[in-house]
DNA sequence: ATCACGGTTTGCA
DNA sequence: CTAACGTGCAAACCGTGAT
């Protein structure tokens, strides 16, 4: 079975702030989510103050000022142009990448006969240390769930400088690592999985990985028997080189500040109708039907609460940002009601084909389908050379008193001339 | 009794 | 000064009506 490395950033967006300012090498940062909410990555000094990930920053600002942690509100454009980056590189060093998530990816290690992977990965880091400034951990086994726990004891084991093989262990030494290793840790065992197992005695990843498959599948899930293979070195789950279509593609934000009016939650619900379908175009599927729904701030429970949604059927599947629009703002209108303050909106697309297996009936109108094509072209084309929004449907709103607030931003180093200090474009 | 469905909940990252 | 708590996705589950 040809191994697999699972290579992961080090706290990504902590390290994408820090490799665009050396001032911050060694001192406490986080980043946080939209709307400056929650912690969502932390350097190690942030980890090593106990700050615990996903904590609302307004209630431990205080605290972290105290710490002279430094707080970024969080920066897409950076980060995702940084990962294309790292994940560029890192596609040189095998012919097989799934790219897993903004920060990690898996790298099928197979026709390297004899020679030491340790090695090959400790290569790998430097590289792209050099290339973007980003820090990496690879773990390597067997299976992609031995990967990531692989991965998870070179990040955590100083020991092991940032690569850990599990190839090189003996079954012995595997076994005792593996039962210093918490449950939970395993990919696809969550908090809630983690508990039921713990009350049923398993509370190490060895334990896990000894109990019984049936007994797993008859108590769990498929899903889970699947781990337990993993664990023992069985693959199940291959590497995915292209990801898979979407079933379904959802645009959803709280806002910057409490909204009362049809008019700003219709702008907001197009706007993210908007960023929907460039991605429903993207991947050349069209959509069956747009959900929308609208909801109260439940932190609040002493102001009036309401939520609703409602689904509206295309009559006929489409990729049209008006159409979608124009059906997200009749489901809209549906389910307003004057009187409450709204915290969040969004919408999804469901009932997701590829375009080219649409149905067609009689009915439809080939010259209106192909001027709708090429519309949806020029604007997708307009706006990735010249920025999102560039050119948009008028119902998105030119103010956006409701859009979220993102205080502390760093600038957009790699992507924005205007942004990079001390340079004019 | 079984299935397809739509909608809701659960769970993960 | 105040108020301030994310997002995206799939699988599992569940009730319903049709067969």
Known sequence: MAPVALVDCNNFYASCERAFNPKLEGKPIVVLSNNDGCVV?????VKALGIPMGEPWFKIE????RHGIVAYSSNYALYGDMSARVMGLLGRFSPRQEIYSIDECFLGLEGFGTRDLTAYCQT???QVRQGTGIPVSVG?????????????VAKKRPGYDGVCDFGRLTPGELNTLLDEIGVSEVWGVGRRIARRLEV???TTVQQLRSADCRWIRQQFSVTLERTVSELNGIACIEIEEEAPNKQQIISS???GKPV??????SEAVCSYTTRAAEKLRSQESVAGSIGVYILTNSFKPQEPQYQRSQMVPLPTPTDDTRQLAQAALRGLKHIFKPGFRYKKAGIMLLGLEPKAHRPRTLFDDPAADSRSARLMQVMDVINTRMGQDTLKIAANGIERSWKMRRGMQSPRFTTDWNEIPNVRA
């Open 41 to 45: 990555a932390r350097s190690n000094e």
């Open 62 to 65: 205080k605290e972290a000022k």
């Open 124 to 126: 790998i880091r430097q």
């Open 140 to 152: 390597i086994a067997a299976t992609k769930t031995l990967a990531k726990l692989a991965n998870h």
């Open 200 to 202: 049923m005695g398993i």
């Open 253 to 255: 934000r709280s806002f």
């Open 260 to 265: 009362e009016t049809l008019q700003e939650l």
